[in-house]
Structure formats: C-alpha cells, structure tokens
C-alpha cells in the first residue's frame, strides 16, 4: 500500500508541464463551480490553509472568510463561470497561475450584481496536490469591455 502511494505521488511529481496545466484548469474550473454553489466542502479541500484573495479594491480575504460565507450564503449566484476561450494556465515547477475572464452575476445583501472582471490564481504542487493558495481579483470591467 505504501509502494503504491510513493509510486502515484512520484507519477504525480513527474507529470509534464501540460499535464499540470490540465490538472490545473481542471481544479480552477472546480473551484469556480464550487463558489457558485456555495459549496465549502469543495472549497476547503482546494484552498490553502494560508489561502489570500485580494480585490481590486485592496480588500484582503482568508480561506476561512469564504469558507464563512459560502456556509452562510451570503452570496447567491446565478453566474460564476470563466468566459469560454479566456483561460489560461502558466506553470513554473511547482507553482501555476490561472487567468481567465469571470463572469459574476449575484445577489448579496439584496444588491444585485452583474459584471466581469479578470482574475489571477495562484497554485502550488503540495505533497497531496495542487492548492490554491492565492489569488487577486480586479476591479468589475466597464460594461461593453
């Protein structure tokens, strides 16, 4: 049992970089879809322990504040998807960063928000997988952009 998991984390460990960038765009396209359900069982496994967020407007968030608010739903979401076509991966050894356009289109507090904005999302290769471990959002884009 124990050869088998040393022989799957090596595996791991050798994957080409397109193969981590598939594995990657996979995990990000999860957590995406994850925040869009308020599914912080999801979120806490692909999170960091030491996970930061920070807004366009300088707004800094651990993982426990959006763990905090996906349990409370504080946010509903009808959309919370990558735009089709802007994904895309950079992988560096053991570090990767996702760029894509996000649509968000929500209700929270009773104010709804419909807008786009680009994101930057930080992954490390850990001995049990990829973690997001941080990532920057920018200000909502002006429509027509």
């Known amino acids: 049992m124990i050869a088998a998991l040393l022989v799957a984390a090596t595996n791991k460990l050798n994957a080409t970089p397109e193969e981590d960038a598939k594995a990657v765009a996979a995990l990000d396209t999860k957590y995406q879809a994850a925040v869009k359900a308020n599914d912080a069982t999801t979120m806490d496994q692909i999170l960091a322990d030491d996970f930061v967020l920070v807004t366009g407007r300088g707004a800094v968030f651990s993982k426990a504040d959006l763990l905090d608010s996906a349990r409370k739903k504080e946010v509903t979401y009808e959309g919370q998807d990558e735009e089709p ?14 760029t894509a356009l996000l649509w968000i289109k929500s209700v929270q507090a009773g104010k709804p928000a419909d807008y786009k904005l680009w994101f930057s999302d930080t992954y490390i290769r850990t001995p049990t997988g990829w973690r997001y471990v941080f990532g920057q959002a920018s200000l909502p884009l002006p429509k027509g952009d």
Do not use: M, S, Y
């Open 85 to 98: 076509g802007t994904q895309k991966v950079r992988v560096w050894g053991d570090t990767a960063v996702v």
